[in-house]
């Protein structure tokens, strides 16, 4: 089966990790201070902490706004991944699903209409691809979460630079992936409030929350590697991507995939209505398609959210890969001719 997502660990990765190893300090030292640097030069953002998931730095940056006005309400997209939900539950807030549109970002008639009522919002860049309402002007603080679609930009400005907060995931099949990891990217009050609830053993007793977030040095030594392929993975994805337009029937082609401004992602199509059964179809012929969202989230909330429904419904995540044999290639094209007959 070609894998929805395979991220390459080659012999330079080996090595790096190796040699954090090899210096007998594995923990949050020169390796996560090195990564917080890189990324502040790159989204050009006042200071950065690198912690243990995407999830915590979602929990931690809700927790951090929090302590400057009171949180309750935390609007976070329908359509995505359950660890929002999760990560504003854990902060101790109400999720609040906002509905999608047919491109599968946010329907914006419906964000505007629920913003009011806000205190917080997660905007997601999902599946690759760029969420327009992170250049509005919202009447609460904005959480931007660049896990998908780090290394994107919006009218030349890096994707988390919009923010009042941003986070990124290091998760293995982000393109910053890893293993494990995230990062809070703010200012640097912000981030001083984030180190202080990251760090039981230098914790004020006062405080409510303290958890152990930071990120292992062995973590970190893999994501620098990583942001040192990614300009050349994103290059290959999109190759990929041109390679499954030209093997799709121009029905499916792109359907939803806005790739030009986007991290070339994940190539994502809408199938007339049975995802499942057509995932199941794609299986038999080796390829590894996967829903992109396993559930809405409003399934959780019991919000009416028509576009996201219909999307888990109809949309299938195909795989999108840097590389792949030529083997791998004839069996991807025949699969895909089975499956969607032209
Ligand atoms: C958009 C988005 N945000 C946050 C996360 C959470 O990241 P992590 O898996 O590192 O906890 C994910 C994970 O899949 C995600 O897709």
Redesign the pocket.
């Known amino acids: 089966m070609i894998p929805h997502s395979r991220p390459i660990f080659d012999e330079y990765f080996s090595a790096s990790v190796q040699s954090v190893v090899s210096s007998g300090y594995t923990v949050s030292g020169a390796q996560a201070r090195l990564l917080e640097q890189t990324i502040i030069q790159h989204l050009g953002c006042h200071d950065a902490v690198a912690v243990d ?3 915590s730095a ?1 929990m931690l940056a809700i927790r951090t706004l929090s302590m400057q006005k009171n949180i309750k309400r935390v609007g976070i997209p329908a359509y ?2 359950a ?2 939900l999760f990560a504003v539950r854990a902060a101790g807030c109400l999720p609040v699903c906002m509905d999608c549109d047919d491109s599968l970002r946010l329907n914006a008639d419906k964000a505007w209409h629920i913003a009011p009522s806000l205190d917080a919002v997660i905007l ?1 860049h999902p599946f690759g691809m760029i969420e327009p309402l992170v250049k509005e002007s919202w009447p609460c603080p904005i959480i931007e ?1 660049i ?2 679609a780090a290394g994107a930009m919006i009218d030349a400005k890096p994707v988390g630079s919009f923010g009042d907060v941003s986070i990124a ?3 293995a099949t982000k393109p910053w992936g890893g293993a ?1 990891g ?1 990062m809070v990217m703010a200012s640097q009050a912000i981030c001083m409030q984030v180190r202080a609830m990251s760090n039981p053993d230098l914790a004020d007793f006062t405080q409510s929350y303290v958890g152990h977030h930071p990120l292992s040095d062995i973590h970190a030594a893999l994501v620098l590697c990583r942001l040192e392929r990614n300009q050349q993975e994103t290059l290959q994805r999109q190759q990929h991507m041109l390679w499954i337009d030209k093997h799709l029937p121009q029905s499916y082609v792109q359907s939803i995939s806005n790739r030009g401004i986007g991290n070339a992602f994940r190539y994502i199509i809408r199938s007339d209505g049975d995802a499942e059964a057509c995932i199941q179809h794609l299986h038999a012929h080796g390829i590894g398609a996967a829903k992109p969202v396993q559930k809405p989230l409003n399934f959780a909330t019991d919000e009416p959210c028509e576009g996201a429904y219909q999307a888990w419904k109809d949309c299938i995540s195909l795989p999108l890969l840097p590389t792949m044999s030529s083997h791998e290639y004839q069996q991807y094209e025949q699969g895909l001719k089975t499956c969607f007959k032209h």
Request: aromatic share 12%; charged share 5%; proline share 0%.
């Open positions: 998931s995407g999830t979602l995505a991944c660890s929002l997601v979460d896990a998908q995931s290091f998760h494990y995230g």
